[in-house]
C-alpha cells in the first residue's frame, strides 16, 4: 500500500474539490495536489446540470495532473451525500441444518453481510456500505472476529448505507462514460469520519457533526462500532438564506456577513458592535447589528440541533453515553462559537472542532475543515478496516447499469 497513489473528488453543494495522494506509511498521505471550483451543478447530493459538472471536473483533472505530474484516467474515490442517503441497523442468521457445529469461514461470514444487506435494501437502492458491528456464536456476547470459531449458528449484525440506483448511475455515468474514470462511491460522512476521529473517540463513544452547505451528517460511535449514522437535510446555506431573507441582501453577501459578524452562540456576540451593509442599487448603508443577526442565524442552527437531538431520542441513547464528545467538521461548521451552542444544547458535554491530521502539504491544512470529506476519501484504503461492501455492491451496481442499458437500447431499436 506504501506509495499508492489516491484521487478523489468531493462532489459538493457550494464547491467540487479534487485531489491527489500518496500514501506514506500507515497513518499519513502526502498531497500532491489540492483543487476547488465553486459550482451550483449539485443539489442536494443530486446531479442537477450534468454538463456543469463535466465542465468543473474537468478543469479540475487538467489542474491536478499537473500538479501532481500524473495522468487521471484510472479509479478515483468519488463522495456521495445528500436526502437520498439512507441508512438502517440490520441482523440476520445462519444455522447448520442437522445442529452439527461447523467452523466459521470467510464465505461464512461474507454471506452473513449480504444477508443484512439484502433484507433490508429493496431492488431500487445500491448498498454503499455494509459494516460489521459484531457477531454471536450459539448465544454467546459480542464477537468481533468470528473467523476460525466453531458453533452450530451464528447471528451477524451490521450498518447498512444506501442510495438510490439512479443517483449512483448519474454520477458513475459522468465520470466512466465521459472522463474514462472507475467511481468508488464512498458516503461524504463515512469519509470524513473515518479520517478524522481516532480510534479512542470510536470506543469511547462519539457523536461526528459534518455540516455542510445543504445537509448536516450525524454519525455516532460506541465500543468501535458504528451504531447510528443520519443525513439531517439542513445546512449552512440555509443560514445563509435566512441572512440573505432578512436583509434583504445577495446570498453572495450574506455569506461573506455569516463568517465575519455571526455567531452562532448569539450569547458571544457583541449588542454594542455594528456593521454598515450597503444597500442594493444605492450608493447609502444601512447599520446592522451583530447580536441581531448572530440570533437570526442561531435559530436556523438550533433547527439541526433539534433534529439530532430527536435521532438520540429515537435510539434512547443519553448525551452521557457519549464520552468523548461531540467533534465537529465540515465547511458549514466555518462559523465562530458552534461548538459552544452545541455545548449549551447538550449539557456541557465536551464540544471541539476536528483538525485536518495525517497529512504532509506544503501548506498548512489543520484548520481547513472543509476538506475534511476529501481527505478522507484519499486516506480510505488505510482507515476503512470494517466496510464488507466492496465485494457486495460493486458487482449488483455492474448488473443495474447492464439492465438499464438493455432497456434504452430496447426504447430506441
Not at 485536518?356 to 484548520?367: A, C, M, S
Amino acid at each position: 500500500m506504501k506509495n499508492r497513489i489516491q484521487v478523489a473528488f468531493d462532489l459538493g453543494s457550494f464547491s467540487i474539490k479534487g485531489a491527489v495522494g500518496r500514501i506514506i506509511n500507515e497513518n499519513q498521505i502526502e498531497i500532491l495536489s489540492i483543487r476547488s471550483v465553486k459550482t451550483d451543478s449539485i443539489d442536494s447530493g443530486d446531479i442537477v446540470d450534468k454538463e456543469s459538472l463535466l465542465k468543473s471536473l474537468e478543469y479540475l483533472i487538467e489542474k491536478m495532473e499537473k500538479d501532481a505530474k500524473i495522468n487521471i484516467d484510472e479509479d478515483a474515490w468519488v463522495s456521495v451525500s445528500g436526502k437520498n442517503i439512507k441508512s438502517i441497523n440490520s441482523s440476520t442468521r445462519i444455522r447448520s441444518k442437522d445442529n452439527s457445529e461447523f467452523e466459521v469461514d470467510e464465505n461464512t461470514e461474507q454471506k452473513l453481510l449480504t444477508q443484512c444487506a439484502d433484507i433490508q435494501v429493496s431492488s431500487d437502492r445500491y448498498v454503499l456500505h455494509n459494516i460489521k458491528r459484531g457477531f454471536f456464536i450459539d448465544g454467546s456476547s459480542l464477537i468481533r472476529n468470528p473467523l476460525g470459531m466453531i458453533g452450530r449458528s451464528i447471528d451477524a449484525k451490521s450498518h447498512v448505507i444506501h442510495i438510490k440506483n439512479f443517483n449512483l448511475l448519474q454520477i458513475d455515468h459522468c465520470f466512466r462514460d465521459d472522463l474514462s474514470i472507475h467511481v468508488n462511491p464512498i458516503f461524504d460522512g463515512l469519509a470524513a469520519a473515518l479520517g478524522s476521529l481516532s480510534k479512542d473517540d470510536q470506543d469511547l463513544g462519539v457523536m461526528f457533526i459534518d455540516v455542510g452547505a445543504d445537509k448536516t451528517n450525524m454519525l455516532l460511535y460506541k465500543d468501535n462500532y458504528l451504531i447510528h449514522s443520519k443525513v439531517i437535510p439542513i445546512g449552512s446555506k440555509s443560514v445563509t438564506k435566512d441572512i440573505a431573507a432578512y436583509l434583504q441582501t445577495s446570498i453572495k453577501r450574506a455569506e461573506s456577513i455569516k463568517h465575519e459578524h455571526v455567531s452562532a452562540l448569539s450569547d458571544f456576540a457583541d449588542p454594542e458592535s455594528n456593521f454598515e451593509l450597503p444597500i442594493e442599487n444605492d450608493d447609502l448603508t444601512k447599520s446592522i447589528n451583530q447580536k441581531e443577526i448572530s440570533e437570526i442565524a442561531e435559530l436556523r442552527y438550533e433547527d439541526i440541533i433539534d433534529q439530532i437531538k430527536s435521532e438520540m431520542k429515537l435510539l434512547r441513547m443519553n448525551i452521557s453515553d457519549i464520552r468523548s464528545g461531540i467533534k465537529i467538521t465540515g465547511g458549514g461548521s466555518n462559523v465562530r462559537n458552534l461548538d459552544l451552542l452545541f455545548k449549551k444544547h447538550f449539557e456541557d458535554t465536551k464540544c471541539e472542532y476536528l483538525s485536518i491530521n495525517n497529512t504532509v502539504f506544503k501548506e498548512n491544512l489543520e484548520d481547513r475543515r472543509e476538506l475534511s470529506t476529501l481527505i478522507g476519501l484519499l486516506s480510505w484504503p488505510i482507515f476503512n478496516t470494517e466496510d464488507s461492501s466492496p465485494t457486495v455492491g460493486v458487482k449488483n451496481f455492474k448488473s443495474i447499469t447492464k439492465n438499464i442499458s438493455s432497456i434504452w437500447k430496447g426504447f430506441f431499436e
